[in-house]
């Protein structure tokens, strides 16, 4: 890795392979920011959690954050996890009339699944006002499961910056000792997580966390992998690791951009 740090249905970016591949390189290629060096918490298993399926594929969502919490294909008896941090998804709206801009937490409301989706309705309160709210869908088809924001309102001079996700997958070398990341930034890099720095991509001079040459993160293990592809020009592509040695963890994940960051 290099050093540290109105309804839109073409935001369709994560796709998940049961593939396997060869164990990565060792190259340690990360910046070591103190944060990220620290111990971590982790997500519990959600105790009614949402299930959708296809044929190949079975992913579970915590009810509590509407993020994913595991991903499995039963084909393979393999799995891995998503959001592992316990952390909700965080908003960044615009205050037009003070012209401020703050980061929330997003409340959410699950909808009932359908076997292969489901919409999850997040709302954002700013000190007790509504600011916005929008939907998420997840939908699985085969081993692909597609992820679209869209029914966006705003509220109050109020307006959606961006929506974070930035730990939509996620892999440790506790559970996988073989876990490894991959990134197409500069030419492309490949790396063991147990020998990686802790540290997250280096935003880009131009675009900043936007990968435009090759939208295009990978992690996984020597039973499989997942593959995620931001394919909305203007979102976000995130990998990071985090942990003390021994307990390194890698995720990969996206910032949803429904509006430029003004205060940028």
């Given amino acids: 890795m290099q050093e540290d740090n109105g309804q839109v249905n073409r935001r369709t970016f994560l796709k998940l392979s049961g593939a396997a591949m060869a164990a990565a390189s060792s190259n340690a290629l990360w910046a070591e920011p103190q944060e990220a060096c ?72 699950a909808g009932s699944p359908q076997e292969s989706a489901v919409a999850c309705l997040f709302i954002v309160e700013d000190n007790s006002e509504k600011a916005v709210q929008f939907l998420l869908s997840y939908t699985v088809e085969k081993s692909t499961m ?30 996988s000792p073989n876990a490894w990341l991959a990134h197409g930034d500069d030419g492309g890099w490949l790396a063991q997580v147990k020998d990686a720095n802790p540290g997250s991509l280096k935003p880009n001079t131009f675009w900043g966390e936007v990968l ?32 003390e040695p021994g307990k390194r963890r890698a995720a990969i994940g996206t910032t949803k951009v429904h509006r430029v960051n003004g205060s940028l």
């Fill in 212 to 243: 435009a040459t090759m939208p295009i993160v990978m992690v996984g293990d020597k039973a499989g992998l997942c593959i995620q592809e931001t394919t909305a020009f203007m979102d976000e592509t995130h990998v990071a690791v985090v942990g």
């Fill in 146 to 175: 597609q992820v679209q924001m869209y029914g966006v309102r705003e509220f109050n001079g109020y307006e959606l910056i961006g929506v974070a996700m930035p730990r939509l997958v996620s892999i440790g070398n506790e559970e």
């Fill in 38 to 109: 620290a111990s971590v918490t982790r997500r519990e298993q959600p105790k009614n959690p949402i299930v959708i399926e296809s044929d190949y594929l079975r992913v579970e969502l915590d009810p509590q954050h509407g993020l994913p919490y595991r991903y499995s294909v039963p084909r393979r008896n393999w799995s891995i996890l998503g959001e592992d941090l316990g952390k909700p998804i965080l908003v960044t709206v615009c205050h037009k009339p003070t012209w401020t801009f703050r980061t929330i937490p997003a409340r959410v409301s």
